[in-house]
Structures are given as structure tokens and as C-alpha cells.
């Protein structure tokens, strides 16, 4: 009877821990994120101070090498243009029209017009070119002036700058045909760049370092912890809610 007993107190004493345990486990990513201080992550991120270090210089390196040899550079080639307008007065003489906001209105027009299939074609026609796919291009206008800034950019800095100046050509002669617009002359014409304009290598370069910054930290968090290991005494006081009274020295051989 004795034994049997204590076998069933025993019995009952090793659920008891197998669930106190269960429920520690379950818990253990909330609890991780909930006591985690600044200075204990900076205790691990020290313990993996060579991953922390050498990730993200891997990453800016390769980024690097990336850019610098499979990356070409790219130049930008940009003309600007001035949008002239005209109106009919009552006697039917023509004079420059001086309303700020109808030519603002008209600029914003002639820059849509810039980027339209029509314009874009003949600017391919002229130049004996299918398309201008291999070029990227942009146009910027101010909301107080009617000069309309044309840029082009593309692998060779002189074609940059021919299908700028084409492009100029094509939409004056556009603008005039499908709006009440006198002219659009040109201001500056596009010159072929001497400096490339892009890739912004350095850019990338600082941004792989500090994604390989940020991905070094999170194996350092997610390695710790995916370890389920207790290691401190103060670990053992909160997984079973039990004061600690005494400590087992390590034998020889670290068992």
C-alpha cells in the first residue's frame, strides 16, 4: 500500500512537471519578446559579433561587384521647352496670350503629348528606329512657368542625346497641328552627357549592408530563439515558478 503510494504521488508530481514544462515551451516566443531588453540583445548580438560582421559586408560586396560589373551605366540627356500660346481677339488679330493659367493648363497638355505613341513614333520613324524602348523618358514642368524640361536616358550618351532633341522636333510640330498653341520652340537643346548619371552604385551598396545588417540580426534572434536549452538559473525560476536553492557543480568531462 505504501508503494503504491508514493508510486502515484510520483506519478502525479512528473505530470505536474511535464505540463508545467508544456506551457513554459507554448509561451516561450511571447516571453522572449516580452523580457527582451535592449542590453540583452546586444549580449547576443555579441556572441555573434562575427555574423553580425560579416553578413552584411558579404552582401555590400556582392552588391557591389553586381553593380560595377554587370550594371551599366546610364546617361541622361535633357533639352527644355518653351510652350508659346495664342488667342484670337475681337478684332481678329493675333497676339500673345498672357493668362498664366490657360498656359499652364496647355503646358501640362504639350508634356502629356511628349509621352504619347503618336509623338514617340515619329520620333522612332525619323531617327530609323522600331521604337525608343531602350530609352527612358521623363518630363518635368514647373506649376508657375510654361517651360516644360525633357529628359532622355539610355546606354549611349549620344544617342541620349539626339532622341531628346528629336523628340523637342516631334512635339512642337504636334502641339501645333492638334492645339491652339503658336509654337513650342526650343530653349536649351540636349547635349551628349560626358558623366553617367546612374546606377547609383554606392546607393545599392549601402542598402545591401544594411539589409545583411538586418538579416544578420534575425538569425541571431530566430537561432536563440528556436534554442529551447536552459541556461540560467533565472530561466529556471521562471519556467517552473520555483525558487532555486542549490546548483549542481559540472563534473569532469563538461557532464
Same mark, same amino acid.
Given at each position: 500500500?505504501?508503494?503504491?503510494?508514493?508510486?502515484?504521488?510520483?506519478?502525479?508530481? /512528473?505530470? !505536474?512537471?511535464?505540463?508545467?514544462?508544456?506551457?513554459?515551451?507554448?509561451?516561450?516566443?511571447?516571453?522572449?519578446?516580452?523580457? /527582451? !531588453? %535592449?542590453?540583452?540583445?546586444?549580449?547576443?548580438?555579441?556572441?555573434?559579433?562575427?555574423? @553580425?560582421?560579416?553578413?552584411?559586408?558579404?552582401?555590400?560586396?556582392?552588391?557591389?561587384?553586381?553593380?560595377?560589373?554587370? /550594371?551599366?551605366?546610364?546617361?541622361?540627356? =535633357?533639352?527644355?521647352?518653351?510652350?508659346?500660346?495664342? !488667342?484670337?481677339?475681337?478684332?481678329? =488679330?493675333?497676339?500673345?496670350? =498672357?493668362?498664366?493659367?490657360?498656359?499652364? %493648363?496647355?503646358?501640362?497638355?504639350?508634356?502629356?503629348?511628349?509621352? $504619347?505613341?503618336?509623338?514617340? #513614333?515619329?520620333?522612332?520613324?525619323?531617327? $530609323?528606329?522600331?521604337?525608343? +524602348? &531602350?530609352?527612358?523618358?521623363?518630363?518635368? $514642368?514647373?506649376?508657375?512657368?510654361?517651360?516644360?524640361?525633357?529628359?532622355?536616358? #539610355?546606354?549611349?550618351?549620344? +544617342?541620349?542625346?539626339?532622341?531628346?532633341?528629336?523628340?523637342?522636333?516631334?512635339?512642337?510640330?504636334?502641339?501645333?497641328?492638334?492645339?491652339?498653341?503658336? $509654337?513650342?520652340?526650343?530653349?536649351?537643346?540636349? @547635349?551628349?552627357? @560626358?558623366?553617367?548619371? &546612374?546606377?547609383?552604385?554606392? /546607393?545599392?551598396?549601402?542598402?545591401?549592408?544594411?539589409?545583411?545588417?538586418?538579416?544578420?540580426?534575425?538569425?541571431?534572434?530566430?537561432?536563440?530563439?528556436?534554442? !529551447?536549452?536552459?541556461?540560467?538559473?533565472?530561466? *529556471?525560476?521562471?519556467?517552473?515558478? %520555483?525558487? *532555486?536553492?542549490?546548483?549542481?557543480?559540472?563534473?569532469? &568531462? &563538461?557532464?
Amino acid at each position: 500500500m505504501p508503494h503504491a503510494w508514493h508510486a502515484s504521488v510520483l506519478f502525479s508530481r /512528473m505530470g !505536474t512537471i511535464r505540463r508545467v514544462l508544456f506551457e513554459a515551451c507554448t509561451q516561450m516566443d511571447e516571453r522572449f519578446f516580452e523580457r /527582451m !531588453t %535592449l542590453l540583452e540583445l546586444l549580449q547576443l548580438l555579441r556572441k555573434r559579433l562575427a555574423l @553580425v560582421i560579416a553578413l552584411p559586408i558579404v552582401c555590400a560586396l556582392a552588391m557591389g561587384a553586381y553593380s560595377y560589373f554587370f /550594371m551599366s551605366n546610364t546617361y541622361t540627356a =535633357s533639352t527644355s521647352l518653351y510652350v508659346l500660346t495664342k !488667342t484670337e481677339t475681337s478684332n481678329g =488679330s493675333s497676339n500673345m496670350y =498672357s493668362d498664366l493659367n490657360a498656359s499652364q %493648363l496647355l503646358t501640362n497638355d504639350v508634356a502629356t503629348l511628349i509621352k $504619347s505613341d503618336r509623338v514617340m #513614333g515619329d520620333t522612332a520613324k525619323a531617327l $530609323s528606329m522600331q521604337s525608343l +524602348a &531602350g530609352f527612358d523618358v521623363a518630363i518635368t $514642368s514647373e506649376t508657375t512657368t510654361r517651360v516644360i524640361t525633357l529628359s532622355v536616358t #539610355g546606354e549611349d550618351a549620344d +544617342a541620349t542625346a539626339v532622341v531628346a532633341n528629336k523628340l523637342a522636333e516631334s512635339a512642337s510640330s504636334v502641339a501645333q497641328e492638334v492645339m491652339d498653341i503658336q $509654337s513650342v520652340n526650343v530653349i536649351d537643346k540636349a @547635349v551628349a552627357p @560626358v558623366n553617367p548619371s &546612374g546606377p547609383n552604385r554606392p /546607393m545599392y551598396v549601402a542598402v545591401a549592408l544594411m539589409a545583411g545588417l538586418f538579416l544578420a540580426v534575425a538569425i541571431v534572434v530566430v537561432a536563440d530563439m528556436l534554442n !529551447t536549452k536552459v541556461r540560467r538559473v533565472e530561466e *529556471v525560476e521562471e519556467l517552473l515558478g %520555483l525558487p *532555486v536553492i542549490g546548483r549542481m557543480p559540472a563534473m569532469k &568531462g &563538461g557532464r
